[in-house]
């Protein structure tokens, strides 16, 4: 890695977690942040779980120069799933700190995604767990034991400040990314903080609360016929699979597993 970029990387997260506020708070689907002079005006902190979302819409006689559009905010990296757990959001800000540090924000627009409105959630979650997930924080928790244990929150899955917001956000950009794609409005979409295929309608699994990727194949299937989803995490997207294996719209999926 070249020593000034890992010199970036090691000047510390927080000089980036308060300037991402700058970008324009603009609906998502429709202006981009401006272009910034450096990439040092676009710092943010960047959280990427383990999967990503990536979307990719193939137009007949596309231009050679593909336009992208690229969503971040920089508060979904700023929850802590808690001590000894796998699931670190904030490891992968990082991985945006290298998109800013390389440059590669300049083929891109970015746009800061909506927060998914819980009606949207709901849009597959039924809509008791969407209302739990609103409603629980670490200080309640223990006055829903039952209702934990129905809806899979606990080890796995645990209760941590602004879950639902880390929800609304990561969700939101998956849907935002579906509607540019389905207006034509780009031909690639990519949100890094979305991928979170475990989550069923009700109930959390496997470090995911909202199955951001169903929704964002529903929000496609309004304008398209068939989604061909390829799922490339070392485990199985169960949540995704779940979703559609009883439906009579047509689709695709298909999973790719690497084994060593």
Same mark, same amino acid.
């Given at each position: 890695?070249?020593?000034?970029? =890992?010199?970036?990387?090691?000047?510390?997260?927080?000089?980036?977690?308060?300037?991402?506020?700058?970008?324009?708070?603009?609906?998502?689907?429709?202006?981009?942040?401006?272009?910034?002079?450096?990439?040092?005006?676009?710092?943010?902190?960047?959280?990427? +779980? =383990?999967?990503?979302?990536?979307?990719?819409?193939?137009? +007949?006689?596309?231009?050679?120069?593909?336009?992208?559009?690229?969503?971040?905010?920089?508060?979904?990296?700023?929850?802590?799933?808690?001590?000894?757990?796998?699931?670190?959001?904030?490891?992968?800000?990082?991985?945006?700190?290298?998109?800013?540090?390389?440059?590669?924000?300049?083929?891109?627009?970015?746009?800061?995604?909506?927060?998914?409105?819980?009606?949207?959630?709901?849009?597959?979650?039924?809509?008791?767990?969407?209302?739990?997930?609103?409603?629980?924080?670490?200080?309640?928790?223990?006055?829903?034991?039952?209702? =934990?244990?129905?809806?899979?929150?606990?080890?796995?899955? +645990?209760?941590?400040?602004?879950?639902?917001?880390?929800?609304?956000?990561?969700?939101?950009?998956?849907?935002?990314?579906?509607?540019?794609?389905?207006?034509?409005?780009?031909?690639?979409?990519?949100?890094?903080?979305?991928?979170?295929?475990?989550?069923?309608?009700?109930?959390?699994?496997?470090?995911?609360?909202?199955?951001?990727?169903?929704?964002?194949? =529903?929000?496609?299937?309004?304008?398209?016929?068939?989604?061909?989803?390829?799922?490339?995490?070392?485990?199985?997207?169960?949540?995704?699979?779940?979703?559609?294996?009883?439906?009579?719209?047509?689709?695709?999926?298909?999973?790719?597993?690497?084994?060593?």
């Amino acid at each position: 890695m070249p020593a000034q970029i =890992l010199k970036r990387l090691q000047g510390g997260i927080s000089e980036f977690d308060n300037s991402h506020r700058t970008v324009r708070n603009a609906p998502a689907c429709l202006a981009p942040v401006s272009s910034p002079r450096s990439p040092y005006d676009l710092q943010g902190s960047l959280s990427i +779980p =383990l999967r990503r979302t990536f979307f990719k819409r193939r137009r +007949p006689g596309m231009p050679s120069k593909e336009r992208i559009s690229y969503f971040y905010d920089g508060d979904v990296g700023n929850v802590y799933f808690g001590p000894n757990h796998p699931m670190k959001p904030h490891r992968l800000c990082m991985t945006h700190h290298l998109v800013l540090s390389y440059g590669l924000y300049k083929k891109m627009e970015i746009y800061r995604p909506h927060k998914a409105y819980p009606v949207e959630l709901a849009q597959f979650h039924s809509t008791d767990y969407v209302e739990f997930l609103h409603r629980i924080s670490p200080n309640t928790q223990n006055l829903f034991a039952d209702e =934990l244990a129905r809806y899979n929150l606990g080890e796995d899955c +645990p209760v941590f400040e602004n879950l639902f917001e880390f929800c609304q956000i990561y969700a939101g950009g998956t849907i935002d990314a579906a509607r540019r794609l389905n207006h034509q409005l780009c031909d690639i979409a990519i949100n890094w903080a979305g991928g979170l295929h475990h989550a069923k309608k009700s109930s959390a699994s496997g470090f995911c609360y909202i199955n951001d990727l169903v929704l964002g194949i =529903l929000e496609l299937l309004k304008y398209h016929a068939r989604v061909l989803y390829i799922d490339i995490d070392v485990h199985h997207g169960d949540g995704v699979e779940e979703a559609f294996y009883f439906t009579d719209r047509q689709h695709v999926y298909l999973t790719c597993q690497f084994n060593s």
